[in-house]
Every structure is written in C-alpha cells, then in structure tokens.
C-alpha cells in the first residue's frame, strides 16, 4: 500500500492503539459477557448511502492489528463509486474481535467516505477548468492524517499538512508583523537562517495587498474572501507569475463560478468538516 507522505506505519498504529484504549477499556465487556471466545463467525460490510468508499485499506489495518488471524474477502477498493447495497467486504474469524472491532472501523469508514464524496463531488464541479480542489487545516485534532487521506481518495488535493511543511503568512500575521513586505521579508530569512526549503503563501484581502505580495516574490497568493469580480480582476493582473489560490467560506454551491475566474487552486474546509457521515454498517452473516 502507497501512503501519503505524512502516513507511516507507526503513526497508523499509534492511532489505532489509541483508539482502541479509548474504546475498549479495560475490555469489551458487552461481548465478553454472552459470546463465547471460541466462537467463529462471519459479517460483512454493507454500503448503505451513495458516493465514493474510503477507509477500506484502514479497515484491513485495524483488524489485522486486534486479531491477525481475521480473514477478509474484498470486493471493493478505496476510491470505488459506490451505491446502496454494494457489499465491500466480508471478515470471517473470532467473533469477539469482530465486534470489538466493529465500532471504530465505522467510525473511520463512515467519516472517511464521507470527505471523499465530497470532495469527489467538488472536483466535478469544477471540470473543465483548470481549478485544483485543496483541503485545509479544518480537521479533528488527531484524525488529521485520515481526513487528509481521504479527501485524496476522493481526488481532491491536500493543502499543507500541518504548520511545519509550508508558510502560509496569513492576515493575523501580517497584522501582528506590520505589512506584508516586512512579513515576507523577515520569513526569508527565517527560512535562510533555519536551512528550511519551504514554500511561501501570503492571504491578500485586496487588490493593493495582491501588489504588494506580488512585489515580494512568494510561491502562492491566497485571495481570502473576494468577490468574483475582484478573483477576475486579481488572476488578470497577477497573470501566472505566481499561483493563485482562491479562500473563504467556499462550498459546493459557489466553487463553480470560483473555478471558472481562472484561479490555480480553491481551497475549501468545507470538504472536511462538512462533510456528512457516509451510512455503513457491519452486519453477522447468518
């Protein structure tokens, strides 16, 4: 399995022993209590919505970590389009650590599946033009790495993952620092002086602010909140000498117009945290 560079085995199973102290306990006691340990049986994952599925690579990791000897049959792949019905796979082994581990596979799949619909959603509507979809820093704290990793699976992009692998400089820094010239000028240094190769991206919120971040040669300017009028009059004048990345509140209904001002990228939290919990569910096979 390919990861995205910011997944690692370790940090998978770091998230996974976590989730499990969380969940489990000192044990599972509703299923130690009436079903026997040697008990072998066998469920399947029923698709109960519409859109993309995401988190079944997961879902294969976090059996196999509770209980090795789980078997499973796949019949779907992450990143399949999916509808009402379709079955994804089947798991046969303990019955226990089936149940066990019911719960916080849902949890994953239904949230991951969600934000690859959703971003799946977003990337068609804005076909035909040259707008890339990104996520951003809208996440769970501590299901940054699955969020971000499905809105991959839904074909979307990931914006920078955390505060340490770019500089976004944005309006509150530039405030706190004094202009934009002064803000991009001392993080040059910064950046010389650290030995860091990083990009740079400044948030404008006008025209005169788009000039000045210009003038200061960065990688990216960020047009926070524009109208469409303004996005237009933004794109033309910067005329690719640098990316654009339009920002603010941007959700299905308006990326389309957005995309089509000629922007390089829309970066919309919306495809993380409002996206709806995709409906699954583990079911016995009898």
């Given amino acids: 399995m390919n990861f995205p560079k ?6 998978l199973q770091q998230f996974i022993r976590q989730a499990f102290l969380e969940d489990v306990g000192d044990g599972d006691h509703s299923t130690l209590a009436c079903v026997p340990y040697d008990s072998i049986q066998e469920a399947e994952l029923k698709i109960k919505d519409n859109g993309i599925i995401a988190g079944i690579e997961l879902a294969k990791i976090i059996f196999d970590t509770f209980d090795p000897d789980l078997k499973i049959e796949q019949f779907l792949n992450d990143g399949d389009k999916v509808q009402f019905g379709d079955v994804a796979f089947k798991i046969k082994g303990s019955s226990q650590s089936i149940l066990t581990c019911e719960r916080l596979v849902l949890n994953c799949m239904q ?14 509507l804005v076909k035909g033009t040259n707008a890339k979809i990104l996520d951003t ?17 839904g074909g979307a992009e990931n914006h920078r993952f955390g505060l340490y692998d770019m500089v976004m400089l944005k309006d509150n820094h530039v405030d706190f620092c004094g202009t934009i010239t002064k803000a991009v000028s001392q993080t040059k240094e910064y950046l010389k002086t650290n030995h860091l190769d990083l990009k740079i991206e400044v948030e404008t919120r006008n025209l005169t602010e ?6 200061a040669n960065i990688d990216v300017i960020m047009l926070d909140n524009f109208s469409i009028e303004q996005l237009k009059e933004a794109v033309t004048f910067i005329n690719h000498r640098v990316k ?7 959700t299905k209904e308006s990326v389309r117009e957005i995309a089509e001002t000629g922007v390089d990228f829309i970066s919309s939290g919306a495809i993380i945290h409002s996206a709806p919990n ?5 079911k016995a096979i009898k």
């Fill in 244 to 250: 654009t990345e339009a920002s603010g509140g941007i």
């Fill in 6 to 11: 910011y997944i690692t085995e370790e940090k």
């Fill in 278 to 282: 995709f409906d699954l569910s583990l």
């Fill in 111 to 124: 949230r991951m599946s969600g934000i690859a619909t959703y971003a799946n959603q977003m990337m068609d």
């Fill in 137 to 153: 820093r809208k996440t769970t704290p501590n299901f940054r790495m699955l969020e971000k990793w499905a809105v991959l699976i």
């Fill in 210 to 215: 788009v000039k000045e971040a210009l003038e």
